[in-house]
């Protein structure tokens, strides 16, 4: 089975510059995640979808950040403009509609902002 | 005070060593209880998680959680070098919003 892809794996932006990070989620996920992984710092989530509904996206800077799943699989997030404190790796994840708590990652969009 | 607590380390055993990795946590709500596992710049891995209070075995590895005093641990047996990898605590209530810790930074000297 394959796993959850991101791409790129690797970005460097100057302030102010926007960015988008492209996930694909374990086939037949209907859940997924978006986390912001700050060097030191646990993952914290920005935002989660069920199929192409937002259940909750409470922690998304929603002035600068957008993120989109089309037709339930697909997602991208967006960062407009971006800013110094951005630098982070973009993770993301994704479960089973009914296991939520089994959550798979990809190996996450590394982020600095120059 | 911060949903979860998590000692940064660096932790450094030797290579057979038992290892013990711990989490605290304020919000009685929670749940479930999972450790990840991450290697250098990569996601983070899932281990095992566990449902309320208890204990649960897999292979080398032991999740044990105690509610009452708010508090979960991950025990390691027989540590390999190639366990040397950051682990993360994580938790949640009903919602599957997970709450993670920082992270303990494990090296298994050989």
């Known amino acids: 089975e394959a796993g959850v892809a991101q791409s790129p794996r690797y970005k460097i932006i100057e302030k102010r510059q926007s960015v988008a990070f492209w996930c694909n989620p374990i086939?037949?996920?209907?859940?997924l995640y978006w986390y912001q992984q700050i060097l030191g710092q646990g993952p914290k989530l920005l935002i989660q979808?069920?199929?192409?509904?937002?259940?909750?996206d409470s922690q998304l800077p929603k002035d600068r950040f957008s993120a989109e799943r089309l037709k339930g699989v697909d997602s991208t997030l967006k960062i407009q403009p971006a800013k110094l404190e951005d630098s982070a790796v973009y993770l993301c994840?994704?479960?089973?509609?009914?296991?939520?708590?089994?959550?798979?990652f990809g190996p996450g969009t590394r982020l600095t902002v120059t | 005070q911060k949903e979860v607590e998590q000692d940064p380390g660096p932790l450094s055993v030797p290579e057979g060593a038992i290892v013990s990795l711990n989490c605290t946590y304020s919000?009685?709500?929670?749940?479930?209880f999972m450790w990840y596992r991450q290697y250098s710049r990569k996601g983070p891995e899932l281990l095992m998680y566990?449902?309320?209070?208890g204990n649960k075995e897999d292979g080398r590895f032991t999740a044990q959680v105690d509610k009452s005093s708010k508090y979960i641990s991950l025990f390691i047996r027989d540590s390999q070098p190639s366990d040397s990898a950051t682990y993360l605590c994580?938790?949640?209530?009903?919602?599957?919003?997970?709450?993670f810790g920082t992270g303990t930074s494990l090296t298994v000297i050989p």
């Open positions: 994840a994704s479960s089973p509609w009914d296991r939520g708590v089994e959550q798979y």
């Open positions: 086939s037949g996920h209907a859940t």
């Open positions: 979808f069920q199929n192409n509904g937002v259940v909750d």
């Open positions: 919000n009685s709500a929670f749940q479930y």
């Open positions: 566990t449902y309320s209070s």
């Open positions: 994580a938790m949640s209530a009903i919602s599957n919003q997970f709450y």
